[in-house]
DNA sequence: CAGAATCCTCTACGATACTG
DNA sequence: CAGTATCGTAGAGGATTCTG
């Protein structure tokens, strides 16, 4: 019996067929983990806020990713958004129910991350270290 | 009190006064999701392969993606190589004990993406169908 | 206030060819 | 077998300007 061909594809759920393009997992990974989507969810995890907070929340962002991230958060059903019609304008964005549910496990790892950056970084640093050695 | 814009940076659990570029969370996470990082360390999280091994295993990666993904994997110490001396060579790759750490939340959250991908694409398909609507 | 539009750059990734 | 080296492309993301 030779390696399976399909091995990857069960790994991810994918039926016979389909092509590891469209794999579910990675459809939904890329939208979680855009530059600045992990950090915008955590954001809106805490409570709602207005297009102008988050800015100031995030001021790394820049406007035209801060509109973009949010409307692919908003697609993949993780974000709603909600628009007053006052004048000026103010829109509200907070996670669906979707999106908290998702967050979650993403809570997870983030925590992962925090807790075992050191550990990272000190592999990093010693592969460095050897690869100018 | 103004919105406080070391918000960001305490959400990333980063100490003042320090760019969210090298956010420790942001740093591990993209060593993670890179495109194809998730499906290999799902594969070694179920035993050690060989460099061909995993090719045929994964057919659609590129033979430069693979080496570069794993180099990276093994970089941030997620995955060990050893180099079998034989001729021709063999190399054999694995998760080491970080990186089996790191696979426990990464893989519920995988889970969470099987289990929800059509709710998912449900929010996906009627947010197209509104904007061409 | 909350964006849309435009332009530009940089890098992730693939395809192909070669090697100890 | 397990890579390295080189080239080319598409898309992610930033900076800037304009608007209902």
Redesign the interface.
């Known amino acids: 019996m030779?390696?399976?061909?399909n091995?990857?594809r069960q790994?991810?759920?994918l039926p016979e067929g389909q092509?590891?393009?469209n794999c579910?997992?990675?459809?939904?990974?890329q939208?979680?983990?855009s530059?600045w989507s992990?950090?915008l969810l955590?954001?809106l995890g805490e409570r709602p806020y207005r297009f102008g907070?988050l800015r100031?929340?995030?001021?790394?962002i820049s406007q035209r990713m801060l509109t973009q991230t949010l409307r692919d958060l908003?697609?993949?059903?993780y974000v709603y958004r909600t628009v007053h019609p006052t004048k000026p304008p103010s829109v509200e964005y907070g996670l669906t129910s979707?999106g908290q549910?998702?967050l979650?496990?993403?809570k997870?790892?983030?925590?992962?991350?925090?807790s075992?950056?050191s550990?990272?970084?000190?592999?990093?640093d010693a592969?460095?270290a050897d690869a100018n050695g």
């Open positions: 030779e390696a399976n061909n091995f990857a790994l991810q759920g092509s590891l393009e579910p997992v990675r459809q939904v990974m939208g979680i983990f530059k992990t950090l955590q954001a907070e100031r929340l995030v001021p790394d908003e697609r993949d059903g979707l549910s998702m979650v496990p993403l997870e790892l983030v925590d992962w991350a925090t075992n950056f550990d990272v970084r000190a592999a990093r592969y460095d």
